[in-house]
């Protein structure tokens, strides 16, 4: 079982890669967990392509754009589960995780883009680590973004500074239990 875990952080320290860390030492007791700083790779955001703001994506469910968007995309379908986490800006979540969800949403219009993604199973996690307040509107804007590009959203998870520690106990619980349910398929 393997899970991947698309980290919106700047920081391989902060506190949203220590929210992640914890659901990933909870999913290692039964599986392996992968980890992509989203902020290391070159993701450009969408070119709208053609005059109606629509693409080769809408007919085809590909980018048209040569970076690392398809490499990690590729990625995520060969993984069980997919976590995504992010710092809270301004109540959303931070530029380079929205720059590859836009662009997934985007692929998963199609059929095509839709394979291994329609139906997977998503955590999200949202970190508010200054004074804590816009964790739940950035879990709000992610959830539907996740929802519209057709995974099963399984947990949506805010943490603030102030609770983070209780938070990752949680994270903890969830990854184990995910592991768990993945592994006995029930
Ligand atoms: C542009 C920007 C906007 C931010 N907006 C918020 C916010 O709305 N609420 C909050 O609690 N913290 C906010 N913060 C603080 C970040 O959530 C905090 O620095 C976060 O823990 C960074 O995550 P990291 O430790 O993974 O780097 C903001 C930080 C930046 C840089």
């Known amino acids: 079982m393997k899970s991947l875990v698309i980290i919106g952080s700047r920081n391989p320290l902060g506190k949203t890669s220590m929210a992640a860390e914890a659901f990933s030492s909870g999913f290692a ?14 993701i450009e955001r969408c070119r709208q392509c053609d005059a109606s703001g629509w693409g080769l994506c809408r007919n085809e469910g590909i980018c048209v754009i ?13 993984s069980d589960i997919v976590v995504f986490a992010t ?29 291994g993604i329609y139906e997977k199973p ?22 539907r973004v996740l929802a519209a590009c057709g995974f099963t959203v399984e947990d949506m998870i805010p943490c603030r500074r102030q609770n983070l520690e209780l938070k990752k106990s949680v994270l903890v619980g969830t990854g184990k239990w995910f ?8």
């Open 87 to 115: 710092p809270v800006y301004f109540g959303d979540m931070s530029e380079s995780i929205k720059t590859f969800l836009d662009r997934l949403r985007r692929i998963t219009r199609n059929e095509k883009g839709k394979a």
């Open 66 to 78: 040569e970076d690392d968007f398809l490499s990690i995309v590729e990625r995520l379908r060969q």
């Open 179 to 186: 592991a768990e349910i993945l592994t006995s398929g029930t």
């Open 29 to 42: 007791t039964k599986g392996c967990s992968e980890k992509i700083f989203l902020v290391e790779k070159n």
């Open 122 to 143: 998503a955590i999200g996690i949202c970190v508010a680590g200054g004074g804590g307040g816009g964790a739940v509107s950035c879990c709000f804007f992610m959830e």
